[in-house]
DNA sequence: CTTCGTAGCTGACAAATGTCATTCCGGCGA
DNA sequence: TCGCCGGAATGACATTTGTCAGCTACGAAG
């Protein structure tokens, strides 16, 4: 993808300036890397890529207006030879899923040491992948949600404090069947209420 | 507090590796700081403290163990010469009184660029305080918080998704007190019901 | 073809929740 | 001193929610 002994062409979107300001700082100092330019939101990391043409996209998952994994796939539409780089706060297993569905190259969650990421933006700029390692061993293990996919819908629905009824017309199911769907999924996570269900759910990584 | 000349002594507290290493890089860089040491986590940060004195202390407001305001409070009692920097995420006013409670003396955003960071801890050493643009306006502003004493105590039990019978026990009141205050917080909110309340008052930085 | 499992729905019931009127009590200003 | 107000509580009531049993439809397995 990229020769060797050209830099690397990065961009970095991150919603904490600090956070943003202090890696791209840090990346610039890298010999073989170029920081091309950093963006706030996912839109302007989008609207960055369209562009700069970067070979890497480092994206925050919690951004405003677009979340990183969103911004991923618009940026494998409008630049495909762009790879993208998630960093997340939280390592959940769903969500690197979804990434990966998504056609993410790397998985980096911000308990990564500075000194990593040179090497795994290299990596991914020369095709390779590259998935954190607490977060793909979680990943395997942790394949075991206990919920079906219309318990996820409705937990998902429900984060919020999204009433019954509000959460029927969202899934489009009868009132009657959500509940049916919260009361199981309630007692297979142990959860008092619903609100309780997807928190567990949530802090689980399953929704 | 510290004579000019002497360089300031600092440590940094935050539970994310990549902000942490990339913030202490760029410090230890700076003329006149010097970074003792890093902590994860508020206990880690407190024993810190303990062991090296520093002159100031940056917390991350968002901590395992000890939230950075109850690692602030403890840092007073063992180190009343240590200088409290809160770094936190949100900026929400009614954390941001918490803190100056918790005799915090300067409070930061991750808005906040890096290039700032030097000289408010100069600022901060040297017996000054300070407190983020945003966040003061906001403080003042946001004033006209419609929730009373009570309602906002409920509101923040009830943001874990508690039954009332458990916020009751927790804030020592009646059940049916309880619902009364919800009920009331809900129509000032504008809300459905109670979970709907918790989240409009936890954004607006009520609770 | 029958059986089974699963998605979706319904209805009935009990418990939890939200609403409202009302009461009691300790200040606090007129 | 009187009256008003806010905190706390109670009781009654309607609504929402959670539980449970049972129904239909449909595709896969037997």
Known sequence: MTEPGTP????LADDELLLREAVMTLLALEDGITVLGTAATGAEAVELVRKARPDVAVLDLEMPTQDGIEAAAEIQLIAPGTRVVLLTRHA??????????????AFVTKATSVKELPSILRSVASGGRYVDGAVAT???S???CPLTEREIDVLRE????????VIAERTHLAPGTVRNYISTAMTKLGAANRVQAARVAWNEGWI
């Open 158 to 165: 429900s984060l919020d404090g999204a009433t019954i009824r």
């Open 138 to 140: 979680a990943a395997l």
């Open 92 to 105: 959940r297993p769903a969500v690197l899923r979804r990434a990966l569905d998504a056609g993410v190259s």
């Open 142 to 144: 942790e394949s075991n």
């Open 8 to 11: 690397i062409r990065v961009i």
